[in-house]
Structure formats: C-alpha cells, structure tokens
T-cell receptor, first 111, second 116 residues
Framework: GQQVMQIPQYQHVQEGEDFTTYCNSS?????IQWYKQRPGGHPVFLIQ?????EVKKQKRLTFQFGEAKKNSSLHITATQTTDVGTYFC???????????FGKGTTLSVSS | DTEVTQTPKHLVMGMTNKKSLKCEQH?????MYWYKQKAKKPPELMFV???????INESVPSRFSPECPNSSLLNLHLHALQPEDSALYLC???????????????FGPGTRLLVL
C-alpha cells in the first residue's frame, strides 16, 4: 500500500523563526494537498500541488512538490502565533482515488 | 455558501443507543465523505459518496451505517457502538472525486462523540 511519512511529528519554534514540514512517499503521486488543523478545529484546505517541481506561495507559506513527485514540503517564514496547529499533507496516488492523510506535524510557537 | 455544517456538535451515547450524525452542504458538491479522527491522529477515511452512491467503504464495521438522502445531505447512523469508537467524526465534501480541480475537500466542524 501507499506509504506516506511526514516529519517531524512535533516542532516548537520561537516566534519569528522559520518552520518546515516534509512529506515523503514511497510511490509517485498524482497530486498532493496540504491542510491545517487548529487545536480544537477541523482541517482547512491550504493548497494543492499537481506538477513536478511545482512551487506555490501564500504570503509566508511556501509549498513545493518534488521533481519526482514523491515528496513535498511546506515552509513557513517568520512564524507567528497564529501559525499554531497541525499541518497535514494529503497525497493522492492516482487521480480519482481518495486522499490519504499523513500523520501531521504539530507546530507550537512561543512569543 | 462555502460551509459544511454538522449536527450535533457533541454527542454522548451508551453502547445500546441508536443515534445519527448529520452533515449538510449547499455548495453543489457531488462527493461527500465521512472521516474518523482520534486525538493527535490524522483523519481516517470511512466512507465516500459520489453522486449519492456509496463509492468507498474503508472496511468500516457495520455498526456504522452511512446514508445519503440527497446531494446535500449525508448521515451516519450509529448503533451498538463501543467505547473505542469515541472520536471526532468529520464530514467533508468536494466538487467530485476525480480531476485535479475537484479534489479540494471542505470539512465541517465535526461531531465529538463519546461512547460510554
């Protein structure tokens, strides 16, 4: 079956520091989505990456899809306390199949 | 309206009770999903409905019974649950289930279920 690893599991940073979470698959992916879940909240869609080597930016967030379409990363520049939450990657191996969520990276930020 | 609503927000039930979780969306989405999420774990897919037909059942025990009365509504009927079924039950919807543009899933706030 599809193996997806997301690292690190937890990350604590000081406000203003950068943060990166990585998602690695053992198989080539059709596309990958990223979601954020605040404590006590529900997952909220952030982005979808489809093309090999794709890079997308949303303000302080940068998302990358690897050239081989097996890995992806989310980088946050100059974290803020509002960035606190769990970030899930959700790869899709083939178009039309269900999303499989990674285990998530929980980010905590101290001011 | 870009919202998925779920009721109730909280539910406590005994192992002999029968209850139902409800989910509603008015975004014209044709795919709807049920997920189960335990604390500090990712959402686990339970069921997928596509055009009101069950398309995916991830080997969920029969004590969970989904129902899709129409394209806007999704129910999850619960009967004879076990304490280990206590979790956050999330509903989601998307335009469809295939194609890059249809895959974005919009999640509802969830129902926090406690089985005693």
């Amino acid at each position: 079956g599809q193996q997806v690893m997301q690292i690190p599991q937890y990350q604590h940073v000081q406000e203003g520091e950068d943060f990166t979470t990585y998602c690695n698959s053992s198989t080539t992916l059709s596309n990958i989505q990223w979601y954020k879940q605040r404590p006590g909240g529900h997952p909220v869609f952030l982005i979808q990456l489809v093309k090999s080597g794709e890079v997308k930016k949303q303000k302080r967030l940068t998302f990358q899809f690897g050239e081989a379409k097996k890995n992806s990363s989310l980088h946050i520049t100059a974290t803020q306390t509002t960035d606190v939450g769990t970030y899930f990657c959700a790869p899709r191996r083939q178009a039309g199949t269900a999303l499989i969520f990674g285990k998530g990276t929980t980010l905590s930020v101290s001011s | 309206d870009t919202e998925v609503t779920q009721t109730p927000k909280h539910l406590v039930m005994g192992m002999t009770n029968k209850k139902s979780l409800k989910c509603e969306q008015h975004m014209g989405h044709r795919a709807m999903y049920w997920y189960k999420q335990k604390a500090k774990k990712p959402p686990e897919l339970m069921f997928v409905y596509s055009y009101e037909k069950l398309s995916i059942n991830e080997s969920v025990p029969s004590r969970f019974s989904p129902e899709c009365p129409n394209s806007s509504l999704l129910n999850l009927h619960l009967h004879a649950l076990q304490p280990e079924d206590s979790a956050l039950y999330l509903c989601a919807s998307s335009l469809g289930t295939s194609g890059a543009s249809s895959g974005t899933q919009y999640f509802g706030p969830g129902t926090r279920l406690l089985v005693l």
